[in-house]
């Protein structure tokens, strides 16, 4: 708890102390975090690998997109609506997926993704397609309990980002240490042997998909509100492997592990990118370095060999 | 041999009575080679572009331009030319002395054509290199993801891009698209000559998203306006690599197909649509958006012989270029084909390059008018772009003369009507810049700086 707590608070002097460019990167990092650690919730505690969780971040992202420019809606009835939307689409589509296991299992959220993404393509009427919305500065600015707030002022939408990613770690921490957390984990390490002892273990597999789902669509909102934009490409089978990479990286069932393997991911892409137009063949190359040297991500690993305590 | 094992296990060994022999490991240690990845990070953060650097002050420095280059992703192809001729453009401003006395630096960063890494790139402008403006996006969708950044950094934002976003004044007043025509321009300005010598009954294939969309629509309307009736629309959904399934619903009665196709796939859809067709086929109307880097002799292209091409700068010279013209192409490094002249299979992106060029010698005339200095005359400079008028032909602007709309931040500019005689495009007509216009949507002028 003192270590996630120190993160926060390392994240909030961040904005003091790094430079102007940094604290954008660290909200973008900040906001995509939230949806890495709700795939994580999934994949490293349920041990359920979706291959199409941009489905959800996309879910969120045009809820909020369309919700604004179309329906009207306000930035905070926007958020509530991209969660209620993207709770009843992981419901849905968690009640259809979760009768496939294993590389099954993959392969429909995989199918289903695929089919969000030509959805969003064929409303190209609603969502401009691959070209996608841009959210106008006006409806970005709005009154929310007696304070005027801009999502364009940069100060703000870091400490918002950081508010919002600092709910979503208390969150997963809560799940994790609670009594469902521990039942998921147990799914996770011998499904069998948990449905014997008396566990509905659909019901609770179906929990996590719903959590990890919503939380995904959060981070979609959070995306199209604060960063003004909603496109295609984000619903597209990239946004469904970027999660499991930074979960990956930065070790899968760990809290803070999808916060760090997001960072890593892009510093990596931005340092890398100034160097060389093969900067995908660099990450890979650093990906198969740490995979080889922490093969449970940083922080799996650090627990493994150091930190047995680490949530 | 010496054992290097830990005393503990030499001691264990020793109480056992026993040996083992552990074989020394080869290469790299793992403590070793984190030492190795973490003395490289940090080595990449000093040296980094960005990172520590970029204090000084601005007026001692050059004009920084932050070239959003698609190097890689789907507009690769596109972006190696852009490159190419920003480079060249910026080469020849410094030659002349560069922009109010101060050198042109071109920062160029690969935005992988994707819009989120757009956003990123432009955030990285605007406050990591300090770049004075952004300049030279392509692709619509990384447009649209990048210019609510450029205009909340207010970071002057110069696209070529083609798409209608800016024109539609649904961006913001710090993007501009001053060096070449929007789709709906180009639709509109080619309708009359299509309706009056191909045919007036026309069936659209289009790809089934926003670009392709953008072209329903306004030549639909342009169409309809000249008497004409597009008699089938057939969207093609962007995952599709086989044709031939969609050409039956091309109605009968059809004079000209209006194809308009983009990607790897077009060799597959013109080699598909003349099997289907054979001899005798309506007359074909294209955008030379689905062959730009494709030389039109590749094998399988032979059923666009005779077809007509729309081209904003033609790819040949032809017999008489204008000297602007050949300056142009000798400078950018491009022949009288159109192809590299160190490569005469690198065919160029023509009809769309030429964007970048003209756009940094109107970024160079704006901030001579704006008597630019740096960062804090970012306003004046947007005036003085919004303030122009016009273009004349010339070295600066070798596509042709244009007019420009400050309130929407638009160029409106003559098209071409190519044919393909022997797979080679001919110029047939050239619109004038009236044909091309249309009543403005908005007013950026009105908007706060």
Redesign the interface.
């Given at each position: 708890m003192f270590l996630h707590l120190a993160v926060i608070a390392a994240l909030f002097l961040a904005q003091f102390a790094a430079s102007e460019y940094i604290v954008l990167m660290l909200t973008r990092i900040m906001v995509l975090a939230i949806f890495a650690i709700g795939y994580n919730l999934l994949f490293g505690y349920t041990g359920l690998l979706s291959l199409g969780h941009a489905m959800f971040f996309a879910t969120g992202l045009y809820a909020a997109a369309l919700g604004t420019t179309l329906m009207g809606l306000t930035v905070p009835a926007a958020f509530a609506f991209a969660v209620l939307a993207g709770l009843a689409v992981s419901l849905v589509m968690g009640v259809i997926t979760l009768r496939a296991s294993g590389v099954a299992f993959m392969i429909v959220t995989l199918m289903f993704s695929q089919a969000a993404f030509l959805t969003v393509l064929y409303f190209g009427e609603y969502t401009r397609g691959d070209e996608g919305i841009v959210i106008p500065d006006t409806i970005r600015k709005f009154a929310f309990l007696g304070f005027d707030v801009d999502l364009a002022n940069a100060v703000l939408r870091y400490n918002l980002a950081l508010a919002f990613l600092g709910c979503a770690i208390a969150f997963s921490l809560l799940i994790v240490r609670s009594r469902i957390g521990h039942i998921l984990i147990a799914i996770r390490e011998n499904e069998t042997r948990t449905s014997m002892l008396g566990y509905d273990v659909q019901r609770y597999k179906l929990a996590a998909f719903v959590m990890s789902g919503t939380l995904s669509a959060f981070s979609g909102a959070c995306y199209a509100l604060m960063f003004a934009y909603a496109g295609s490409t984000l619903a597209s089978i990239q946004y469904s492997i970027h999660p499991l990479l930074w979960t990956l990286l930065g070790g899968a069932s760990t809290v803070l592990g999808p916060v760090l393997g997001t960072g890593l991911m892009f510093v990596l892409v931005d340092l890398a990118s100034s160097y060389t137009n093969a900067n995908l063949l660099m990450i890979g190359v650093v990906l198969i370095l740490l995979v080889l040297f922490f093969p449970k991500g940083i922080l799996g690993t650090i627990r493994e060999r150091y930190w047995k305590w680490l949530p | 041999m010496a054992d290097n094992r830990p005393k503990k296990h030499q001691e264990d060994d020793a109480m056992n009575g026993s040996k083992l022999i552990v074989p020394k490991k080869p290469g790299l240690s793992?403590r070793k080679?984190?030492k190795l990845?973490g003395a490289g990070?940090a080595a990449?953060?000093a040296a980094?572009?960005?990172f520590v650097r970029y204090a000084q002050a601005q007026s001692s420095e050059p004009i920084r331009i932050g070239f959003q280059v698609h190097?890689?992703g789907i507009g690769a192809a596109y972006g190696r030319w852009y490159e190419r001729t920003t480079t060249a453009a910026a080469a020849l401003i410094n030659e002349q002395g560069g922009i109010n006395g101060r050198k042109v630096e071109i920062i160029a960063?690969?935005d992988?054509t994707?819009?989120?890494?757009g956003?990123?790139v432009v955030?990285?402008f605007a406050?990591?290199h300090k770049c004075d403006v952004g300049f030279g996006t392509l692709f619509?969708?990384v447009v649209?993801?990048s210019?609510?950044?450029a205009?909340?950094l207010k970071l002057p934002y110069y696209v070529v891009s083609e798409?209608h976003?800016v024109a539609s004044t649904?961006?913001?007043r710090y993007t501009f698209q001053p060096g070449i025509t929007d789709v709906k321009s180009q639709v509109i300005a080619m309708a009359p000559w299509i309706a009056k010598n191909v045919g007036k009954k026309v069936c659209m294939i289009y790809p089934?998203?926003?670009?392709g969309?953008d072209h329903r629509d306004y030549f639909s309307a342009a169409i309809k306006a000249q008497g004409g009736d597009v008699n089938a629309l057939i969207p093609i959904?962007?995952?599709e690599s086989s044709f031939t399934r969609y050409f039956p619903q091309i109605p009968a009665d059809t004079e000209v197909i209006y194809h308009v196709m983009v990607g790897p796939a077009v060799l597959t859809f013109v080699k598909e649509l003349g099997e289907h067709f054979g001899s005798s086929h309506p007359a074909l109307f294209g955008f030379i958006d689905s062959l730009e880097a494709v030389d039109l002799k590749s094998p399988g292209l032979e059923f666009l012989e005779g077809s007509y091409l729309w081209e904003a700068y033609p790819r040949f010279a032809g017999a008489s270029p204008k000297p602007h013209d050949t300056f142009y192409r000798e400078k950018v490094g491009v022949d009288a084909n159109g192809a590299s002249v160190s490569d005469a299979a690198d065919i160029s992106t023509f009809s769309h390059m030429f964007g970048c060029w003209e756009t940094l010698f109107i970024l160079k005339r704006a901030m001579e008018s704006a008597g630019y200095q740096g960062p804090a005359d970012k306003a004046k400079l947007i005036e003085a772009t919004e303030a122009m008028t016009s273009f004349a032909e010339g070295n600066e602007h070798p596509q042709g003369d244009k007019q420009f709309n400050g309130k929407i931040h638009q160029c409106f500019g003559h098209q071409n009507i190519t044919q393909v005689k022997s797979g080679v495009a001919e110029v047939v007509y050239r619109t004038t810049i009236e044909e091309g216009l249309y009543e403005p949507e908005g007013d950026y002028t009105k908007m706060a700086l």
């Open positions: - | 793992r080679a984190i990845m990070a990449g953060l980094g572009p960005g190097r890689t960063e690969d992988g994707d819009p989120g890494r956003a990123e955030e990285k406050t990591q619509s969708h649209m993801g210019a609510p950044r205009g909340e798409g976003h649904g961006l913001n089934d998203f926003a670009f969309h959904p962007p995952t």
